[in-house]
């Protein structure tokens, strides 16, 4: 992990450990589906105050309210191989699977009702330049996967363990980081499209994975590197989708 050598966390209160778990959930509803049709600036600051809250929620709730201490930790190469491995097998396989059958079958491709719900969300973010579209997706690619490393593996999987035991703790956490890509894919894909639920299962067992890694490795390097590299090749397939029509 980033943060020190095993936090002696304390037991968190069911409440909030639900809250913790469900807010990426909340939160994308509130910016993919229930301001959908706000002004882009409105989704925009929300998508922005989120992912804020997202870095500050642990900060909270362990430095001010638990009062525990931390402190940042080198950088580990423990995992990098295995994660980097894994997250290049799913990049690979994403984008065969992109090329081979949901491209040449007009499932998700160019011109098709997806590339209209993607091309509507980029409007709303002002993405719509093949510049600022690769922009942005160094920042989710790098950045937001850091914060979401940092967020559903040290903190909240961290917090699932003082409760329950680890195999539990590891699928509860990996179903509920899949949640809040529901909604995503349900955006792009359509909630009654069996893509939408398959790539969401994958998700999960993804997000238990890489909780697995993170308890052997005991750090998120190896995680983070892995998630890296899957959601370039989610940028590189929406890239194609969007401006090579």
Same mark, same amino acid.
């Given at each position: 992990?980033?943060?020190?050598e095993r936090i002696p966390m304390k037991r968190p209160a069911i409440w909030f450990?639900?809250?913790? *778990?469900?807010?990426?959930?909340?939160?994308? @509803?509130?910016?993919?589906? *229930?301001?959908?049709?706000?002004?882009?600036?409105?989704?925009?600051?929300?998508?922005?105050?989120?992912?804020?809250?997202?870095?500050?929620?642990?900060?909270?709730? *362990?430095?001010?309210?638990?009062?525990?201490?931390?402190?940042?930790?080198?950088?580990?190469? /423990?995992?990098?191989?295995?994660?980097?491995?894994?997250?290049?097998?799913?990049?690979?396989?994403?984008? *065969?699977?992109?090329?081979?059958?949901?491209?040449?079958?007009?499932?998700?491709?160019?011109?098709?009702?997806?590339?209209?719900?993607?091309?509507?969300?980029?409007?709303?973010?002002?993405?719509?330049?093949?510049?600022?579209?690769?922009?942005?997706?160094?920042?989710?690619?790098?950045?937001?996967?850091?914060?979401?490393? @940092?967020?559903? /593996?040290?903190?909240?999987?961290?917090?699932?363990? /003082?409760?329950?035991?680890?195999?539990?703790?590891?699928?509860?956490?990996?179903?509920?980081?899949?949640?809040?890509?529901?909604?995503?894919?349900?955006?792009?894909?359509?909630?009654?499209?069996?893509?939408?639920?398959?790539?969401?299962?994958?998700?999960?067992?993804?997000?238990?994975?890489?909780?697995?890694?993170?308890? /052997?490795?005991?750090?998120?390097?190896?995680?983070?590197?892995?998630?890296?590299?899957?959601?370039?090749?989610?940028?590189?397939?929406?890239?194609?989708?969007?401006?090579?029509?």
């Amino acid at each position: 992990m980033i943060f020190s050598e095993r936090i002696p966390m304390k037991r968190p209160a069911i409440w909030f450990l639900i809250f913790v *778990l469900l807010f990426p959930l909340l939160q994308a @509803y509130f910016y993919f589906d *229930l301001m959908a049709d706000w002004p882009p600036v409105v989704q925009k600051t929300a998508y922005s105050c989120t992912k804020v809250l997202m870095l500050l929620i642990p900060l909270i709730s *362990l430095g001010v309210i638990q009062k525990e201490r931390f402190r940042l930790r080198k950088f580990t190469c /423990r995992g990098l191989w295995e994660g980097t491995l894994f997250g290049i097998f799913v990049f690979a396989g994403m984008c *065969l699977l992109y090329d081979f059958y949901f491209k040449p079958g007009g499932i998700i491709a160019p011109g098709t009702p997806v590339a209209e719900a993607i091309l509507k969300k980029l409007s709303a973010f002002g993405m719509l330049k093949p510049w600022l579209f690769i922009l942005f997706g160094g920042f989710v690619s790098v950045i937001h996967s850091g914060l979401e490393e @940092y967020y559903w /593996r040290w903190f909240a999987f961290g917090q699932l363990c /003082r409760t329950v035991p680890k195999l539990p703790a590891m699928l509860i956490s990996g179903v509920a980081f899949s949640l809040h890509h529901v909604i995503i894919l349900g955006t792009y894909l359509g909630y009654s499209t069996v893509w939408t639920w398959l790539f969401s299962f994958g998700i999960a067992v993804g997000g238990a994975y890489w909780c697995w890694l993170y308890l /052997r490795k005991d750090s998120i390097w190896a995680s983070w590197v892995s998630h890296v590299w899957i959601d370039i090749a989610i940028f590189v397939i929406g890239y194609d989708i969007i401006f090579n029509q």
